[in-house]
Each structure stands twice: as structure tokens, then as C-alpha cells.
């Protein structure tokens, strides 16, 4: 029979494994405490199945509570980006059409970009643009 010790750890580690993949952070924590109550429990600190559940609880849920927001908003930050305007005055080249009153996209620097006509004109997909200003990653144009 398998020993409670691999159990838990084998839960720890399933669980670990779908956090990488579905980055929600909520199993990790869950991981860890299963994780925890394996070591414990082959420790011998911890016997029987109400004093692993309880140290799998406490393990996974005083961390969650206590760290969750602060490591979200971390692992969140978004990195430095180019000042605003920072695109202004340079070229680029339609790639799905700007209309009036519709965001297309535009190719700037090998890459598309979400992009507004500043005067309200058509702008075809091929037409190449000046970038009149930068709003985030949006940019706003207009025709050559």
C-alpha cells in the first residue's frame, strides 16, 4: 500500500505542475502545503490523517492569505515601457484597416500595433502611415 507520505507529496507535486500551466496562483500554495505535510509526515512530526490535514491547511492557507496579493501584484509589474510619444514622427504601414471611428493595426518596428486614424480618414490595409503620437500601445495616425 502507498504510504501516506508519497501521497501527499504526489499531490504537492500535481498540483505544483498545473500552477505552471494555468498561472492563476492559487494551486502553488496548495502545493507547497501538500508538500509540507509529506516532509512532516515523514518526518514523524505529524501522525495520522487529521494532524496531516490540518498542517496541509495551515501550510496552504496562511501563506495564500498572508503573501497572494503582494506576490500577484510582483510577479505583475509591468515592465519599463517606452515613454509616451516616444513613436512619434516615425513610419509605419497599415496592416488591417484603420477607419473612422474602428482601431485596425499597423506594423511599427516588427511588430503590430493597435492603431487610430487622428484625422478620421480611411487608411486601406498597405498604406504607410506617420505615427502622430503613442497612447500605451496604441498608436494614432495619419496618411503620408
Known sequence: ?????????????????????????????FGVGAIVASALAWLGVVEGINGQLGVFL????????LTRRTLVRW???KAPGAPAGDAAGQTAVVVSE???????????QGSTWDAESVAGERLPAGTRVRIVRQDGTRLFVRSL
Open 1 to 29: 500500500m502507498v504510504s501516506a507520505e508519497v501521497i501527499w507529496l504526489s499531490v504537492g507535486v500535481v498540483l505544483l505542475l498545473v500552477e505552471v500551466t494555468t498561472g492563476g496562483f492559487w494551486l502553488g500554495f
Open 58 to 65: 495551515i501550510a496552504s492557507v496562511l501563506p495564500l492569505v
Open 75 to 77: 510577479l505583475n509589474k
Open 98 to 108: 484603420v477607419g473612422p471611428r474602428a482601431v485596425g493595426r499597423v506594423e511599427f
